[in-house]
């Protein structure tokens, strides 16, 4: 149904700045949600930042005011702008969207193949 294609990550020193893109290809009825979790090496996968296709937006509490997460509906894409990285931050970074598909009744949740985020001297 819907596919997710990643790019942006990389290595970036502290105080660095990335952006990620997430586009959504294929079909569906609706795009929910869209979104980025992270996980780290070793520790759980998070959520870091999500928007609503009415624009709606919610963050970790850990990058509240450093991440800027933003959309673009006609393109079907997601940006995550990443500002102020820190060493905590290295993970790999997943893109989410929540859809429903063409003929379904309940919505589905999609993944990215991941994308590695190394912030490090």
């Known amino acids: 149904q819907v596919q997710l294609v990643e790019s942006g990550g990389g290595l970036v020193q502290p105080g660095g700045s990335l952006r990620l893109s997430c586009t959504a290809s294929?079909?569906?009825?609706?795009?929910?949600?869209m979104g980025w979790y992270r996980q780290p090496p070793g520790k759980q996968r998070e959520l870091v930042a999500a928007?609503?296709?009415?624009?709606?937006?919610n963050y970790a509490d850990s990058v509240k005011g450093r991440f800027t997460i933003s959309r673009d509906n006609a393109k079907n894409t997601v940006y995550l702008q990443m500002n102020s990285l820190k060493p905590d931050d290295t993970a790999t970074y997943y893109c989410?969207?929540?859809?429903?598909?063409?003929?379904?009744?309940?919505?589905?949740?999609?993944w990215g193949q991941g994308t590695q985020v190394t912030v490090s001297s």
């Open positions: 294929g079909r569906w009825f609706s795009i929910n949600a």
């Open positions: 989410n969207v929540n859809a429903r598909g063409v003929g379904r009744v309940f919505s589905d949740v999609y």
């Open positions: 928007v609503t296709s009415g624009g709606s937006t």
